[in-house]
């Protein structure tokens, strides 16, 4: 069952607002009471991501989380990302408590003025960021302490695909190379096993590799 759990564990570490959904929803947990001893391990509390998981478990037709992002074009290459609220089963949350903004720029060769990272590498950043917390998460939930943890990303594209120039090249990455460096205190089986977990299991790391379906509507004004 420890297997099963961590795997479970893996997908839903990028969206711990599931937690709110978890505990809000009558009949499927009860959540331990405040004087309940918590397990935290590698800075993840198990004890409450162990209800999660039980909530998902007892109610499958659930667990659906919705993000929203909206760019903003600035000048030049530039442009402004925010982050507001998420949707957890028809429901909002943190709508109004949640202000992120992100800057977004291109290289000056590219050019953009080098003022922030371009679209490319913030992918890579929500991919490495992905891969740490999911691998960290089975650790935690294996009880494995980890000392060190570091995802080195390499992502490849032909600028002949961005321009149009050549119709058989792809504007995007056209391939990658992840190195995944783990220490801990486990054998080398299980801290391998630990770091393929976080690749394997990490939201945005399936995205990239499986695609995703988006659907465009073009707004004229």
């Given amino acids: 069952m420890k297997s099963h759990r961590t795997l479970c564990l893996s997908a839903a570490a990028c969206v711990l607002a599931l937690i ?7 009949g499927t947990h009860a959540r331990a009471d405040e ?38 074009w600035q000048h030049g290459m530039r442009s402004f990302t925010s982050f507001t609220g998420y949707r957890i089963h028809g429901q909002m949350h ?13 290289a000056a060769e590219l050019g953009g003025t080098d003022a922030a990272p371009a679209a490319v590498e ?8 992905c891969i740490t917390a999911m691998a960290n998460v089975n650790a935690a939930f294996m009880g494995v302490r980890l000392t060190q943890f570091e ?24 391939d990658g190379r992840a190195t995944i460096t783990i220490a801990g ?37």
């Fill in 20 to 26: 709110a959904f978890a505990f809000t929803q009558p």
């Fill in 35 to 72: 004087n309940t001893d918590a397990t935290i391990v590698n800075g993840v509390d198990v004890t409450v991501l162990s209800g999660l998981v039980d909530a998902l478990e007892a109610f499958p037709q659930g667990g659906f989380v919705t993000f929203f992002s909206d760019t903003e």
């Fill in 94 to 106: 943190h709508q109004n408590e949640r202000q992120f903004v992100l800057l977004g720029d291109a």
């Fill in 122 to 129: 913030e992918l890579m950043y929500a991919m490495g960021t």
């Fill in 151 to 174: 995802v080195a990303l390499e992502c490849d594209i032909k600028m002949h695909g961005l321009f149009g120039l050549n119709p058989e090249v792809r504007p995007g990455i056209i």
């Fill in 185 to 221: 205190d486990a054998d080398e089986d299980t801290l391998t096993k630990i770091a393929m977990a976080g690749y394997d299991f990490s939201p945005v790391s399936d995205s990239v590799r499986n695609g995703v379906k988006m659907t465009p509507k073009i707004v004229v004004r």
